[in-house]
């Protein structure tokens, strides 16, 4: 296995997570972010990673997606810019290890991604889940929130953010929707989800990724916008 040294140049010595892995901190971050960044499949990482010499399989790939993705979202919460107060939020649907399972999404009205959660359930306990979660790790609560006509929300809402306003009216949930197709177009080429939890971490980290690429993070800022992505994953790096 032989390395760039062009990418060694920039980055900084190992961290702590990345104790034990015989691959050099800077690949498996670079296949991580491509992974999730670009519509591409654990193979087409491989081959991408071949021809930087650098002989790692998709398998390898795989671990290391779900491996660091969590631990780079995690480090970056400290440097999220604070949601906005209108809550769009919708369910959309993917397929894992071959079942249908129930995405709930949220998007503020600044286009940041405030949460995802997959649940195998489309009912009150997930919606309740969902919220719950993402009023927990946000700390903010939302002055309106715009949900489909799906019945279960109100009685949620009431009981979790009360003071808020309940919006339901035909296409007003559009920024959601529209945030869903960005969602499938980057599924496509995955061939399907191995887990529940594999999906809760793919959905995770293209949510992180989308929220970087569109400026929410106080992260990569002194870097041009083509390579802010890239700088925000080296920042991160030494964090973890």
């Keep these: 296995m032989r390395s760039s040294s062009r990418v060694r140049s920039w980055f900084p010595p190992p961290s702590a997570a990345f104790v034990g892995f015989r691959f050099p901190p800077e690949m498996i971050v670079l296949a991580v972010r491509w992974y999730l960044r670009f519509n591409l499949s654990y193979r087409d990482v491989e081959e991408l990673l071949v021809e930087r010499d650098v002989e790692a399989d998709h398998v390898t790939a795989f671990r290391w997606v779900q491996r660091f993705t969590p631990l780079l979202?995690?480090?970056?919460?400290?440097?999220?810019?604070?949601?906005?107060?209108?809550?769009?939020?919708?369910?959309?649907?993917?397929?894992?290890?071959?079942v249908w399972r129930y995405v709930y999404r949220a998007v503020d009205q600044h286009g940041q991604i405030l949460?995802?959660?997959?649940?195998?359930?489309?009912?009150?306990?997930?919606?309740?889940?969902?919220?719950?979660?993402?009023?927990?790790t946000l700390k903010i609560t939302p002055t309106?929130?715009?949900?489909?006509?799906?019945?279960?929300?109100?009685?949620?809402l009431d009981d979790l953010v009360p003071s808020a306003w309940h919006h339901v009216e035909r296409h007003v949930?559009?920024?959601?929707?529209?945030?869903?197709?960005?969602?499938?177009?980057?599924l496509r080429p995955m061939r399907g989800l191995r887990s529940d939890r594999t999906a809760q971490t793919i959905?995770?980290?293209?949510?992180?990724?989308?929220?970087?690429?569109?400026?929410h993070y106080e992260l990569g800022l002194d870097a041009p916008p083509a390579t802010r992505v890239t700088a925000a994953f080296t920042e991160l790096a030494r964090a973890i």
């Design 203 to 215: 959905m995770t980290g293209h949510a992180f990724v989308q929220n970087l690429r569109r400026g």
């Design 173 to 186: 949930d559009n920024p959601i929707e529209a945030d869903h197709r960005q969602l499938k177009h980057r």
């Design 144 to 156: 309106e929130v715009v949900t489909d006509a799906n019945p279960v929300y109100p009685r949620v």
């Design 115 to 136: 949460d995802v959660l997959v649940s195998k359930r489309r009912d009150a306990d997930a919606a309740r889940r969902f919220f719950h979660r993402a009023l927990t």
């Design 73 to 98: 979202a995690d480090a970056a919460r400290f440097a999220r810019r604070c949601p906005g107060d209108r809550w769009f939020v919708d369910e959309t649907y993917v397929r894992a290890n071959g």
